[in-house]
T-cell receptor, first 118, second 115 residues
C-alpha cells in the first residue's frame, strides 16, 4: 500500500519567519519521487519542490527546502522568510516509479493549511 | 500553449443522472489521473491510466468509470451509483522520461454539484 500522511491540519507563521510542514509516507517500493504542492484559493495546483528518492541530497528551491529522511520515510518542507503569498494549502505527494500496476501511482496527503500573519 | 483542459468548470447534475467530466492534455504525457477533493480535504485518487486502453482503480473508484481511448483524453463518468458526488474534481498528467514518471501537471478543475 502507498500512503501519505500529513499530521498538521493547520499551521501558522509570522511574515519573515520560518515554518516547517511535516509529512510521512509509506511504500514498499524503492523507486519513487516525493513532492510538495501548493494550492492557493484559486485551487490551481502549483509544484513547490521535488525530491527523487535515490538522491541523498535534500532538494532546495529558493526559500523552500526539504528534509528527506528515507529510512524514517519522512519528508518535511521548510519555508524560510515566509511571505503573505505563501498562504495556501500544502500537499505532500508520492509518485511510484516501480510496482507493476502501481507504476505511476500518485498519492497525496490530507493537506496542511498554512496561514501567514503580517 | 500546452496544458491540461478540464471542462466544464461548473457542472450541475440531478440525482440519478450520470455525468461525464472531460479532461484533455496536449503535453504528450503518458499517465493521467482523476482526483476528488472535498472542502478542506486532500486529493483522493479515483482512477489513473499509464497507457492507452488501460487504467487502474485508485482509492475511491466506486461509483465512477473512466476510459482511455486516446493518449490525450481521459474522461471521467460519475454514475448514479456514486452516493455523494458533489465535490471538486481535478485531472492531472505526468510525463515519463528515462528514469520513470516525473512531476504531475494539473487542470483547473471541475466543480460538480448535485441538485
Amino acid at each position: 500500500a502507498q500512503t501519505v500522511t500529513q499530521s498538521q491540519p493547520e499551521m501558522s507563521v509570522q511574515e519573515a519567519e520560518t515554518v516547517t510542514l511535516s509529512c510521512t509516507y509509506d511504500t514498499s517500493e524503492s523507486d519513487y519521487y516525493l513532492f510538495w504542492y501548493k494550492q492557493p484559493p484559486s485551487r490551481q495546483m502549483i509544484l513547490v519542490i521535488r525530491q527523487e528518492a535515490y538522491k541523498q541530497q535534500n532538494a532546495t528551491e529558493n526559500r523552500f527546502s526539504v528534509n528527506f529522511q528515507k529510512a524514517a520515510k519522512s519528508f518535511s518542507l521548510k519555508i524560510s522568510d515566509s511571505q503573505l503569498g505563501d498562504a495556501a494549502m500544502y500537499f505532500c505527494a508520492s509518485l511510484l516509479n516501480a510496482g507493476g500496476t502501481s507504476y505511476g501511482k500518485l498519492t497525496f496527503g490530507q493537506g496542511t493549511i498554512l496561514t501567514v500573519h503580517p | 500553449d500546452g496544458g491540461i483542459t478540464q471542462s466544464p468548470k461548473y457542472l450541475f447534475r440531478k440525482e440519478g443522472q450520470n455525468v461525464t467530466l472531460s479532461c484533455e492534455q496536449n503535453l504528450n504525457h503518458d499517465a493521467m489521473y482523476w482526483y476528488r477533493q472535498d472542502p478542506g480535504q486532500g486529493l483522493r485518487l479515483i482512477y489513473y491510466s499509464q497507457i492507452v486502453n488501460d487504467f487502474q482503480k485508485g482509492d475511491i473508484a466506486e461509483g465512477y468509470s473512466v476510459s482511455r481511448e486516446k493518449k490525450e483524453s481521459f474522461p471521467l463518468t460519475v454514475t448514479s451509483a456514486q452516493k455523494n458526488p458533489t465535490a471538486f474534481y481535478l485531472c492531472a498528467s505526468t510525463p515519463r522520461d528515462g528514469q520513470g514518471y516525473t512531476e504531475a501537471f494539473f487542470g483547473q478543475g471541475t466543480r460538480l454539484t448535485v441538485v
